[in-house]
């Protein structure tokens, strides 16, 4: 078989098919890592896993080919996790886990059942990892945030939403947390634009409008402030790069 024909033959095939936007998978990524519970639910009750809708065909049989992208989900939710804070060895732990149970289901239903129960985990647990004493209202404020973290969210927005006054939302915020509040949402919205620019084609402008900020000069402002680099270098040093290659850590070995 001449494999380089063969494969401009599937890609010929392929001209109309339309990937999902990776945006999508970052913002899902990030979103686990954060322990944002609202939005990982949100995308497990829009059954995202399950659509085919945006998924490349790795399988002619739909199960292999749901278990695949299964697979592919619990390698990068390993890597994603470890970049935020969980030990190597719970995180590759999880992941070994997972894809063993997945190795043994039959039917697509139990695959979207068990997808969702891994989602889940990780996100329990990261959401233990990065805010272990938060309280629930400081919980809910975090959550709404990577809801609408492309939308303009102001301090008033977020006291409104979990019932409570600004003046004391945002001292129970800076308590819990350890920074203000409209610190945490910039932080936030610049670890999204600095995916946006690894992972992405966006042009800046793009991801400045569609994080909501007041301008493209402010957003260069806020990112070099943040960071230490223009959008452009930062893009320039970073566009493509791969993960960081985590190493598990080698089991003890003890004395007989």
Request: aromatic residues 8%; glycine residues 4%.
């Given at each position: ?6 494969w ?5 095939e392929?001209?109309e098919f ?10 899902f990524?990030?979103a686990?890592a954060d322990g944002?519970?609202n939005?990982?639910?949100q995308?497990?009750v829009?059954k ?5 809708v ?13 278990k695949y ?6 390698a990068?939710?390993?890597?994603r996790c470890?970049e935020?804070?969980m030990s190597?060895?719970?995180a590759?732990?999880?992941s070994?886990y997972y894809?063993q149970?997945?190795?043994k289901?039959?039917t697509?239903?139990?695959g979207?059942h068990l997808?969702v129960h891994?989602v ?8 233990l990892i ?10 809910d404020?975090?959550d ?5 973290i492309?939308?303009?969210?102001t ?6 939403s979990?019932?409570i006054s600004?003046?004391y939302?945002s001292r129970l915020f800076?308590?819990e947390?350890g920074?203000?509040?409209?610190s ?5 919205k610049?670890?999204?634009a600095k995916?946006?620019l690894q992972?992405?084609?966006?042009e ?7 994080l909501s ?9 806020q990112f ?9 270098v ?5 566009h493509?790069a791969?993960w960081?290659?985590?190493q598990?850590?080698p089991?003890?070995h003890t004395?007989?």
């Open positions: 078989m001449n494999e380089q024909l063969d401009v033959k599937q890609k010929d392929k001209t339309s990937y999902r936007p990776l945006s999508e998978e970052l913002l990524l990030n686990v944002n519970i939005l990982v639910q995308n497990c829009d995202r896993f399950s659509d085919p945006g998924l490349g065909t790795l399988s002619t049989s739909p199960v292999m080919n749901m992208h299964f697979v592919i989900t619990a990068l939710l390993s890597r470890i935020s804070g190597v060895n719970e590759f732990g999880l070994d894809i149970r997945i190795d289901v039959q697509l239903p139990e979207a997808h891994m889940m985990d990780y996100t329990r647990r990261m959401r990065q805010h272990p004493n938060a309280s629930k209202q400081v919980i404020a975090i709404f945030i990577y809801t609408h492309t939308e303009r969210i301090v008033d927005m977020l006291a409104s979990i019932h600004q003046a939302f800076k308590k947390i920074v203000s509040v409209s945490y949402i910039r932080d936030r610049i670890e999204y995916s946006l992972f992405s084609e966006m800046m402008a793009d991801i400045s409008a569609y900020f007041s301008s493209q000069s402010h957003f260069i402002q070099r402030q943040q960071t230490g680099l223009t959008p452009k930062f893009r320039e040093q970073n493509g791969r960081r290659e985590p598990r850590t089991p003890e004395m007989e």
